[in-house]
């Protein structure tokens, strides 16, 4: 590496105490590292802190109480920069400072130190600790010690032990580490100590950018990642936002909980999935675990996917997220999403406020603060354990419960108490917007029993107020179909798609000479022939591979079965002269008839490797030659389970697909609708004994 020698001198400030001066020597030698050698002025500041060494660190002491003198001196212009500790920075810096460098922790971990190990020590022994951080693990690690606030620096802290003043201390490892002092360390803890430690800040102020550049090379917030808080919305996967789809593609990790929709996940082919919340008796990862997760993968340098139900911030503990990641400077967007608590009345054509109505709403979470399990993100509806304790209703017109089903007795209750009447509408919406939503709707006096009746289960969302009225009858129910070919999309308006494809494409295997013999006499052909995208693909892909120039095409006919094929071709800048929407090879054959003249053309027709010779015989009748070339493999998958919940049709798309999916099964459930595309898929599975489908066009 060049070596870079700074000219100018740089003067930098710090605290006073032995540790800080090592600190300093730390960032120079990480410069080192970079090859760059600076010439220094050190400079020794007393802050707050270190005057003040009584003032227990536990009660408010001010945000800069570590720092006040370095600010002061770096605003004077006595110094250029300063090094602290990175956690001792206030939570939010001057305006006119600014942090250069972040250095990497060399040890995240807090330590004890003692006579015996923590988890030993008898009732009543004396822990210090500055930290109030620490206080709460203590007390977690060990309830019987006595825990008691200490102050000063390193050394004098551990004299207190050593002069039995103390049974032990908590302290950063890392500061024994620097001092060299870990023959003190009588065991490593395992809780997370606090932000930031171990790391150390460099801090200068804003208009010297002079300095950006060089601390940017010892900066670990460079080779962050970032974390998206992205709202899946309310449940239905298409209610999701077109940013959040997008990041949803790049992220590298998505972390996801029961709420999440599987074709939300699908979007996310590269990333590694979490699940973090419950599911069928499964464990939910506690909240602190979770954001550690989230840290430690950004600042691996990750995208990361917090994918959340509704919208992030409302009632999702995204802000608790936001403050932790914060609080290690790792940076965190927020992609909104459509709350379930607007969405669903939304979806059911209720409006939460209208004119002479409703002038007024209020969200509410239906259960109380101490229900909420602690650290968990899941709500405490999952669990089921409720107080039945009445909570005060603000005044609205319409009041919105999230969280609130298995309190629903006590909403009521509490409604009543703020003065509705047992006839006001209320009605309670079980999974809104997906596939199996359920809705009850009733009066204060009866909803209770009712929703009980049916049974509902969570998540779900209470609405009270005069607009319920809105409520369609025969709110839409929309079906879940089981499909079963390679392109989900196309088919998201006839109801929620299952995808599970019964066939898989592959490119075919091709021999050298097979190619070669292709490319050598492409041009000879006056026609080519596509009825499938996958054709048009793989066709393509070998001639790229080849470096053909594919441009050199422009003369030859093109004849295409359908428009997903047509599309196909027009990523390659080419377009049909003939494009038969009848998707068979008779309709096909027909519209050439009319349309081409095929007499002595010579055609080539690349296909799957599943022989179908009607093309190429009607074809050779009327004077074509036609040569075929398999270009791609059409294979069954492995076996797989059949997909959990409710399916209330299968759809099928081409014979192979129905061929494949009754190899696996051996019959169609019959209490599922068929849908087919196209007159083969239909006579497929006429031959099969299926007669009871409705035929669809793609
Ligand atoms: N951030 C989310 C709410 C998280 S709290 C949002 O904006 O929607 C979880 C609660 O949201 C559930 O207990 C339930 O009250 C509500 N909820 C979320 N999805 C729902 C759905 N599909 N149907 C009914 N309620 C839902």
């Given amino acids: 590496m060049a070596e870079i020698n700074v000219q100018q001198k740089i003067r930098i400030g710090s605290r006073g105490s032995s540790l800080a001066l090592v600190q300093i020597d730390e960032i120079l030698s990480l410069l080192a590292e970079k090859g760059v050698r600076i010439s220094e002025e050190r400079y020794t500041y007393q802050t707050g802190g270190d005057r003040d060494k009584v003032t227990p660190l536990t009660q408010n002491v001010a945000d800069d109480f570590f ?15 300063a090094v602290h500790s990175a956690k001792d920075l206030p939570q939010i810096l001057r305006e006119d400072l600014c942090i250069w460098a972040l250095t990497k922790s060399l040890d995240e971990t807090d330590v004890f130190v003692g006579k015996m ?98 601390f940017a090379l010892i900066d670990v917030r460079k080779s962050f990642g970032k974390v998206y808080l992205v709202g899946a919305g309310p449940g239905d996967p298409e209610l999701i936002t077109v940013k959040g789809v997008k990041i949803l593609k790049e992220a590298d990790c998505v972390f996801y909980d029961y709420l999440a929709h599987q074709n ?50 409302v009632f999702g503990r995204g802000a608790d997220e936001i403050t932790y990641l914060r609080s290690y400077h790792v940076d965190v967007q927020v992609i909104p999403g459509l709350s379930s608590a607007t969405a669903i009345p939304s979806s059911l054509n209720i409006p939460l406020t209208a004119r002479g109505l409703s002038s007024s709403v209020a969200f509410l979470s239906g259960h109380l603060a101490a229900d909420d399990e602690e650290g968990s993100h899941v709500s405490a509806e999952q669990e089921g354990k409720m107080s039945t304790e009445i909570m005060k209703i603000p005044k609205a017109d319409t009041v919105v419960f999230l969280m609130g089903l298995t309190r629903l007795a006590s909403i009521v209750d509490s409604l009543r108490e703020a003065g509705w009447s047992q006839d006001s509408l209320i009605m309670v919406v079980s999974k809104g917007t997906r596939a199996d939503e359920e809705i009850v709707s009733g009066r204060l006096g009866d909803i209770a029993k009712k929703v009980e009746e049916k049974g509902l289960k969570p998540p779900a969302l209470i609405v009270a107020g005069p607009t319920i009225q809105f409520l369609k009858k025969e709110a839409l129910k929309k079906e879940r179909i089981l499909y079963t070919g390679t392109n989900p999309e196309k088919y998201t308006s006839f109801g929620e798609i299952v995808h599970f494809p019964m066939i898989e494409i592959k490119p075919a295997y091709l021999e050298k000479g097979v190619v070669d013999r292709l490319t050598a006499r492409l041009h000879e052909y006056q026609a080519i022939i596509f009825t499938s995208r996958f054709a048009v693909k793989y066709f393509f892909e070998i001639l790229t591979h080849e470096h053909w120039p594919v441009f050199s095409l422009r003369s030859t006919d093109f004849i295409v079965i359908g ?3 047509a599309q196909a071709l027009a990523v390659y800048d080419f377009e049909p002269l003939i494009l038969a929407e009848i998707e068979t090879g008779e309709g096909l054959f027909q519209k050439i008839l009319q349309e081409y003249d095929v007499k002595g053309k010579r055609i080539l027709f690349p296909r799957s490797s599943l022989p179908n010779p009607y093309l190429k015989n009607e074809l050779t009748k009327w004077g074509a030659s036609v040569d075929e070339l398999a270009v791609y493999q059409n294979i069954k998958p492995e076996k797989r389970n059949m997909p959990e919940g409710r399916i209330d049709k299968i759809l099928f798309t081409s014979p192979s697909t129905v061929k494949n999916f009754l190899r ?17 898929t239909r006579r497929c599975l006429q031959e099969a004994g299926y007669e009871s489908f409705s035929l669809i066009e793609g």
């Fill in 117 to 214: 190990p923590l988890s030993e020590l008898p009732s009543g022994a004396k822990v210090g600790t500055s930290s109030l951080i620490r206080q709460n693990e203590i007390k977690k690690f060990n309830p019987r010690v006595h825990v008691c606030d200490i102050r000063g620096t390193i050394q004098e802290r551990l004299d207190l032990v050593e002069q039995g003043k103390v049974d032990g201390i908590i302290v950063a490892t890392v500061a024994l580490r620097r001092l060299g002092l870990t023959r003190y360390i009588r065991e490593i803890m395992p809780w997370e100590a606090a932000p930031l430690q171990g790391q150390l800040a460099v801090v200068g102020r804003r208009k010297d950018f002079r300095w950006h550049q060089l």
């Fill in 664 to 680: 696996d099964y051996d019959i169609i459930p019959p209490i599922w609708e068929i849908l087919s595309k196209g007159p083969v």
């Fill in 264 to 313: 939300l996940l699908d979007y996310a082919r590269k990333a590694e999935k979490i699940y973090v919340g419950k599911r069928k008796g499964s464990q939910v990862m506690p909240q602190p675990e979770l954001n550690k997760l989230l840290r430690q993968k950004a600042m691996a340098g990750k995208i990361v996917v917090r994918l959340k139900g509704g919208d992030p911030l």
């Fill in 67 to 81: 720092t006040d003198a370095l600010d002061a001196a770096l605003i004077r212009g006595e110094i250029d920069i």
């Fill in 563 to 565: 428009k997903d094929t």
